[in-house]
């Protein structure tokens, strides 16, 4: 996983026009159930918004890249669960892990519309959180707006991180060519390490 992200973030690089389309993917990416709970998407948010401060991105182009992501993400999981609600759950791939899906319709019913809040920044229930709400009747209009918010808030929370590292690293003088990517695979480590501890916590169990 590490060489992926690590791949990912020396392409886009190189290639900034690139760098929009894979932020979108790795925020839609995680929102998608099962799916997202594998894709370390966060870190390579983190990782490629250290290129902010030297250029290679614009911080409008990367928080509208990210927030577009995971609204998209969420918004279609939400859909499937409200148009099938009586089976969705019960489904392929969402029927491999039962354990996550009942996790996330007690966190569901527990705290109600905060749940739609507090999961985007709880993985591995943000990628389950969305489709379950949609199964359990929550409807658009509390959904969408409280959804909304959470993603506002989420990712600057990932971005504002990958600017302060790239910046401090400017400031020391060692965003020259050939130090950008050594600091960029340092910030792409740390992103990696935060993920599998959340993982390794958070572990999805097969039935």
Same mark, same amino acid.
């Given at each position: ?11 886009v690089?190189?290639?900034? +026009?690139?760098? #929009?389309?894979a $932020?979108?993917?790795? !925020?839609?990416? +995680? ?13 390579v ?14 911080? *409008? @182009?990367?928080l509208?890249?990210?927030? /577009? ?6 918004g279609?999981?939400?859909?499937? =669960?409200?148009? #099938?609600? =009586?089976? &969705?759950? *019960? $489904? ?5 892990? %039962? !354990?996550?899906?009942?996790? /996330?319709?007690e966190?569901?019913?527990s ?5 739609v ?12 959180v %969305? &489709? *379950?709400?949609?199964?359990l009747?929550? %409807? ?6 409280i959804? $909304?918010v ?10 504002? %991180?990958?600017?302060?590292? @790239?910046?401090a690293? @400017?400031? !020391?003088?060692a965003?020259? +060519?050939?130090?950008?990517?050594? &600091?960029?695979? @340092? ?5 990696l390490?935060?993920?599998? &501890? ?6 999805? +169990?097969? /039935?």
């Amino acid at each position: 996983m590490d060489r992926i992200v690590h791949d990912v973030v020396h392409t886009v690089s190189a290639h900034s +026009e690139w760098a #929009y389309a894979a $932020l979108f993917l790795a !925020a839609f990416l +995680e929102a998608v159930p099962v799916l997202g709970s594998f894709i370390p998407g966060s870190t390579v948010i983190l990782s490629l918004s250290a290129l902010i401060p030297a250029g290679n991105l614009s911080l *409008t @182009g990367v928080l509208a890249a990210a927030i /577009s992501g995971a609204v998209l993400g969420d918004g279609l999981a939400y859909g499937l =669960g409200r148009r #099938y609600p =009586g089976r &969705i759950l *019960t $489904l392929w791939p969402l029927n491999k892990y %039962p !354990a996550v899906v009942a996790r /996330s319709s007690e966190f569901f019913r527990s705290y109600g519309n905060a749940a739609v809040f507090l999961a985007r920044f709880l993985p591995p229930v943000r990628a389950f959180v %969305p &489709i *379950t709400a949609g199964a359990l009747g929550m %409807p658009p209009r509390r959904f969408f707006p409280i959804n $909304l918010v959470a993603i506002l808030c989420w990712a600057p929370a990932h971005v504002v %991180p990958g600017i302060l590292a @790239g910046t401090a690293y @400017g400031h !020391a003088g060692a965003f020259g +060519e050939h130090l950008a990517m050594p &600091i960029i695979a @340092g910030v792409v480590a740390i992103g990696l390490v935060i993920w599998a &501890i959340r993982r390794w916590r958070r572990p999805v +169990e097969a /039935s």
